[in-house]
């Protein structure tokens, strides 16, 4: 019995058609990922370098009358950091220290916390104490802007 014999074009045909829709998938997902990244350089930073803690003036009050005052989270993404800011002095210009509360190496959530009946903190997960100025603690930049707000530059100091 003959077998039928199809004409080669078909197969030509197919395999163009094949080609052809390859080649239009890789085009559309160029160039979707051109238009979700279209420069590759930008670099992604959420949140602020920088923390407003409020009037200087109000927080050195404050802080002389209640002890430092801790921030649990100025990153805005859950306790991931915690800071205090403590005072030292009478001109609410000068004598700022702020520091991370969560100390390097330690658990995530295991801050120090401030014993004032010695004027210190202490680190409840490793025993350790620090000054009342957290040396030792990651320290963060401030100033003093021109509204007399006290602002905290976040990135941790070189």
């Known amino acids: 019995m003959p077998v039928e014999q199809r004409p080669p074009s078909n197969l030509v ?7 052809g829709a390859l080649i239009a998938a890789v085009v559309v997902l160029v160039i ?37 005052i801790l921030y649990s989270d100025v990153s805005g993404r859950g306790q991931n950091r915690p800071m205090w800011l403590n005072h030292f002095g009478t001109d609410d210009s000068i004598g700022w220290v702020a520091f991370d509360a969560n100390p390097a190496g330690s658990e995530p959530g295991c801050f120090v916390e401030w014993i004032a009946e010695e004027n210190l903190f202490t680190d409840p997960c490793s025993g350790t104490d620090f000054d009342a100025g957290g040396d030792g603690l990651t320290q963060f930049s401030w100033s003093i802007d ?13």
């Open 146 to 158: 021109e509204d007399g707000h006290l602002i905290v530059d976040l990135r941790p100091q070189e």
């Open 32 to 68: 979707f990922l051109w238009v979700v990244n279209p420069n590759p350089a930008v670099e992604v930073n959420l949140g602020d370098d920088t923390f407003d803690a409020g009037f200087a003036e109000g927080q050195a009050a404050e802080i002389a009358e209640n002890g430092p």
């Open 13 to 19: 045909r197919a395999v163009v058609i094949g080609a």
